[in-house]
C-alpha cells in the first residue's frame, strides 16, 4: 500500500486542522492505521492509531483529549483531527500502515511521506 499525507500547514496556537492520509490499493481495510510525528532533532513519537474497523483507537498521552483519529475504508483514507494546537505540536507527521496496530512505530510496514505540522505562539 503506499500512503500519501496532506493537510498540514501553518496555524496559531489554539487553532485546528486535519491531516488526511490517502492510500492506494484494495487492502486498506485490512491495514491498522497510525500517525506519528517527529520534530527536529527529537525522536519519533506515536501519536494515534486506529484498528481495521475503526473501532478501536489509541493515543498518544501528549494529544490524549485533543487528536482524533478516525478512517473512512469506503475512501481509503485515514484522518487526524487535532484541536487545541500547542507550539509543542510542531513537527513533521507520519501515516503508516501495519498489518498490526499501536504505539509502536515497529507494527507498521508502510509510511508516508510526512507533512509539515507548525504551530505559532
Known amino acids: 500500500v503506499q500512503l500519501q499525507a496532506s493537510g498540514g500547514g501553518l496555524v496559531q496556537a489554539g487553532c485546528s486542522l486535519r491531516l488526511s492520509c490517502a492510500a492506494s490499493g484494495r487492502t486498506f481495510s485490512s491495514y491498522g492505521m497510525g500517525w506519528f510525528r517527529q520534530a527536529p532533532g527529537k525522536e519519533r513519537e506515536f501519536v494515534a492509531a486506529?484498528?481495521?474497523?475503526?473501532?478501536?483507537?489509541t493515543y498518544g498521552n501528549s494529544v490524549k483529549g485533543r487528536f482524533t483519529i478516525s478512517r473512512d475504508n469506503a475512501k481509503n483514507t485515514v484522518y487526524l483531527q487535532m484541536n487545541s494546537l500547542y507550539p509543542e505540536d510542531t513537527a513533521i507527521y507520519y501515516c503508516?500502515?501495519?498489518?498490526?496496530?499501536?504505539?509502536?512505530?515497529?507494527?507498521?510496514?508502510?509510511w508516508g511521506q510526512g507533512t509539515q505540522v507548525t504551530v505559532s505562539s
Open positions: 486506529i484498528s481495521w474497523g475503526g473501532g478501536i483507537t
Open positions: 503508516a500502515a501495519g498489518m498490526a496496530y499501536g504505539g509502536s512505530w515497529k507494527s507498521y510496514d508502510h
